[in-house]
């Protein structure tokens, strides 16, 4: 296989940039541009410097492993150099000009991949610590690193093997009475337990992938019920303008934050009414495709008057997602507040209530960061399909059919599981699942 090269550092300048090759070829390659040749072993720190055309390019650190004990499970060195990024980039022209060809994206932990140094839950593992926005997210990920989803999943796999070698145990020898014969009812109660429990780990995993991004909190209400200054305020900075002019918010304001280690995009929308303003129509258009795309909304409403009609239509919008009710403007209000209610006063900063009710609405995130989970939309949609194929034994088992009929229904099913817990050969897959990954990784 090619030696491929890559920056496994920043594209910035900083203190020091990691310049790392594996391949067959890589002590060649590598001791073609460094002044003194080093040898062909591995977990080696050794000073050194590289070297174009007899002069000298910087002083540098080289790191080496042998293959089977590196990352890539090939041989791969690696360059320390100084922190410069022309310099990094000119070491790595330096060595492709000598035999290395440029690493694509993902393309160290694909060969690791393949190499079975890691699972493609290991993999990524790895990519979602990188992209980790919060504390939750590095906890998903780091529990991803130790392969329990991967054991759970292999018993899975295990038992609808037996399920498969049963039913072909019964067709090809049909006569021996020492080999248990299926029953449909047992069948079916095997298949819906698998089902269930698959259906568990995918909508975990779903709600997971929600975590990694940020979770969308979308802001909706009438026209002046102080959406935007909700948003100040829990920005706690001057980031949308307000005025007390209905409409002045023509499109989405987005802004990121923490609470309790989750991620929060948080989106300011136009104010929902209709218009014959265009400008205004449009930003009330985007405030829906906002709802749409919401994890989680908060329809705003203001304490001191009904807004019924477009209230009523904001809450048919968003039913179907969930969503808190909060009354701005309580400052105005007289006498007792409903215990019952979420009430703030966005313009005097007054929101722990609102808070207090993100906080225990994302405390339930929390519960995810030990649960069995995969780590990406791929390998949801490979569980998705294995579930797929075991409602489909399931419908022929239905209609009375007999059960081997089921059976490339339960193979595929039991591939779907297989490709998740070894590696895989299938390049298209393998490339479209990498090609996320970042350069040098």
């Known amino acids: 296989m090619k030696t491929i090269v890559a920056l496994a550092t920043g594209q910035i300048n900083c203190a020091i940039h990691i310049v790392r090759l594996s391949g067959d070829n890589c002590y060649d390659i590598v001791n073609r541009c460094l002044k003194t040749p080093i040898k ?19 002083n540098v650190l080289v790191l080496t492993f042998v293959k089977p004990y590196s990352f890539t499970g090939e041989d791969c060195v690696e360059i320390h150099c100084h922190g410069g990024l022309f310099l990094a980039n000119t070491i790595i022209k330096i060595l492709i000009k000598h035999g290395a060809t440029l690493a694509t994206r993902g393309e160290f932990s694909k060969r690791a991949y393949l190499n079975n140094k890691i699972s493609l839950n290991n993999a990524e593992s790895i990519n979602n610590l990188i992209a980790a926005k919060s504390k939750l997210a590095l906890d998903v990920a780091a529990h991803g690193m130790d392969n329990v989803i991967v054991k759970r999943l292999t018993t899975f796999a295990e038992n609808l093997f037996t399920l ?7 067709i090809d020898y049909p006569e021996y009475d020492d ?4 029953k449909a009812v047992n069948f079916t109660k095997q298949l819906k337990l698998l089902i269930n429990k698959l259906s568990i780990i995918i909508n975990n995993s779903k709600i997971v992938q929600k975590v990694m991004k940020g979770f969308n909190v979308a802001i909706v209400g009438a026209p002046n019920v102080g959406k935007s200054s909700l948003l100040n305020a829990i920005l706690k900075q001057e980031r949308a303008i307000v005025s007390p002019i209905p409409g002045t918010t023509r499109d989405a304001i987005s802004e990121s934050l923490i609470i309790d280690g989750v991620a929060i995009n948080l989106i300011d929308t136009a104010g929902f009414r209709t218009t014959t303003d265009n400008l205004e ?6 405030t829906k495709e906002n709802i749409a795309n919401a994890d989680l909304i908060i329809h705003l409403q203001d304490a001191t008057k009904t807004e019924k009609r477009w209230n009523d239509a904001i809450q048919k919008l968003i039913k179907n997602i969930p969503h808190f009710i909060v009354f701005n403007k309580c400052d105005k209000l007289k006498g007792k507040l409903s215990k019952n209610k979420v009430y703030v ?15 225990s609405y994302l405390r339930e995130t929390h519960q995810l960061s030990n649960a069995d989970i995969v780590q990406s939309q791929y390998s949801i949609n490979i569980l998705e399909n294995c579930v797929v194929n075991l409602q489909q034994s399931l419908e022929i088992l ?44």
């Not at 080999?179 to 299926?182: L, R, T």
């Open 398 to 441: 239905a209609q009375k059919q007999p059960i081997d009929m089921c059976l490339e229904h339960l193979h595929n099913a039991h591939q779907c599981l297989h490709c998740l817990i070894f590696n895989t050969k299938e390049y298209n897959f393998i490339d479209k699942m990498f090609a996320t990954f970042c350069l040098g990784k």
């Open 40 to 58: 062909h072993t591995g977990y080696k720190l050794i000073k050194n410097a590289v070297i174009d055309n007899k002069k000298i390019i910087d």
């Open 345 to 359: 006063s966005a313009k005097f900063n007054r929101i722990n209530p609102l808070i207090a009710k993100l906080r």
């Open 179 to 182: 080999q248990p014969q299926i």
């Open 281 to 286: 129509a449009k930003g009330v258009g985007k």
């Open 164 to 170: 498969i070698g049963q039913v072909e145990v019964n």
